[in-house]
């Protein structure tokens, strides 16, 4: 056996034995205490027994391979409440369309959609 897997107890005797020691890579060495509501608790202990996993191996398994979307900035939040003002700009268009005609309503709707193309753009970025 290897001379790093094998350790002397104090009494002159080697250990034989055992799993292998981890590298410093895979040891678990830092807590974190998190709190969490009563409805929270019971939905990850009942997720986590439903995988076959411990709570703490679910939450790993969570940051490895899941991801949380981070929240949108200010200026997304201005550029979609435009789009919802565009939105409704185009509802009335449809509903004047409907009435008059599409020709009353052809350019006003073309300059819109193209509002629209380009917001959509500005927000995808």
Do not use: W
Request: hydrophobic share 30%; charged share 30%.
């Amino acid at each position: 056996m290897d001379n790093e897997k094998r350790k002397n107890d104090g009494r002159g005797r080697t250990n034989k034995g055992g799993r292998p020691v981890k590298g410093a890579t895979e040891k678990l060495k830092y807590r974190i205490t998190v709190k969490m509501a009563t409805e929270d608790y019971y939905l990850l202990k009942s997720k986590s027994k439903s995988a076959g996993v411990s709570a703490s191996e679910f939450i790993r398994g969570c940051i490895t391979e899941g991801g949380v979307k981070e929240r949108l900035s200010k200026e997304h939040g201005d550029l979609i409440r435009k789009l919802c003002g565009m939105a409704n700009n185009l509802n009335q268009l449809a509903r004047k369309a409907n009435t008059e005609g599409y020709t009353s309503v052809f350019m006003p709707c073309r300059t819109l959609m193209i509002e629209i193309d380009n917001l959509v753009n500005r927000i995808r970025l």
